[in-house]
């Protein structure tokens, strides 16, 4: 890593406690180099300091560095399964089931998961989070556009969400069961007691040595039993180092 690349990590890190270090570094450093060179600066060092003082800029850059892209049913297949088989079996002996969104960028994610708890008349909460507080109030604000929701049926359209001038709207029955809170996963402690976590399309980013130990601390999070939902190119290669067993294509049982 150049001295330059690296002094930008720390300056990064003291300012917003994000790790760049453990984010795949080759990646990682072509995405800023690239909106770096665009915005005209020679060197990391006069970005940092541009960064330091423009509000603007610096929003850019956080966006450009977490890649934001989610949709409704991501991967639909996996989300029948979650809900034909893991989401009934998980509240089988229980009143009310606790779900975390880990990393859910724009809300698609934990809005599909609150679906499923509506057609499925099940009782439980989602805590939704996100490193990104600003992709957090879009969350909130829960208007989508079209191509968000390719993979939701007519039916559930009806159901669950209103359609206007700018776009679907989430209904208030939806937004009730979703909780939206800043949560950096390298950093922050993480809840317990959780029946299902749901982390998708964000452990490709980090380093071989951050994905370990965010799988101890969401094996941790795990009520025994409990289920962690990756993504398609995600798998885990080693689930029992965690305490994990395979439970089907991108599902993990905790022990
Ligand atoms: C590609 S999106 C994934 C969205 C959704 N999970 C899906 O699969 O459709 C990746 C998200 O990870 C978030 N992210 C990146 N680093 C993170 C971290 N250290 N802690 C929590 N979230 C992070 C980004 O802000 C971004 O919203």
New binding site residues.
């Given amino acids: 890593m150049s001295a330059d690349y690296i002094a930008f990590t720390e300056a990064v890190y003291k300012k917003t406690g994000?790790?760049l270090t453990?984010?795949k570094e080759a990646q990682m450093k072509r995405r800023l180099t690239s909106l770096r060179d665009k915005r005209g600066f020679t060197s990391f060092q006069n970005y940092f300091n541009a960064l330091r003082t423009d509000e603007q800029l610096f929003q850019e850059f956080?966006e450009r560095?977490?890649?934001?892209?989610?949709?409704f049913f991501?991967n639909r297949s996996r989300w029948d399964v979650l809900q034909k088989q893991i989401l009934p079996e998980l509240a089988a002996d229980k009143s009310r089931i606790k779900l975390w969104?880990?990393?859910?960028?724009?809300g698609?994610?934990p809005y599909s998961l609150s679906i499923l708890l509506h057609e499925l008349q099940l009782n439980g909460s989602i805590l939704a989070?996100?490193?990104?507080e600003s992709?957090l109030n879009r969350a909130r604000a829960g208007l989508y556009l079209e191509k968000s929701l390719r993979e939701v049926p007519q039916a559930l359209r009806s159901a669950h969400f209103l359609k206007t001038a700018g776009g679907w709207k989430v209904s208030e029955q939806l937004k009730k069961l979703v909780t939206f809170n800043k949560?950096?996963?390298?950093?922050?402690p993480y809840p317990k007691g959780i029946d299902l976590i749901?982390?998708?399309?964000?452990m490709i980013?980090?380093t071989e040595e951050a994905k370990a130990d965010i799988y101890n601390r969401f094996s941790d999070s795990l009520r025994p039993g409990g289920i962690l939902f990756v993504?398609s190119t995600e798998q885990i290669f080693n689930p029992h180092k965690f305490g994990l067993e395979s439970a089907g294509t991108f599902f993990y049982r905790k022990g």
């Fill in positions: 994000i790790d453990l984010y956080l560095m977490t890649i934001n892209v989610s949709e991501r969104s880990a990393a859910c960028s724009t698609e994610e989070t996100d490193l990104d992709i949560h950096n996963l390298l950093k922050d749901v982390c998708r399309n964000v980013y980090f993504g």
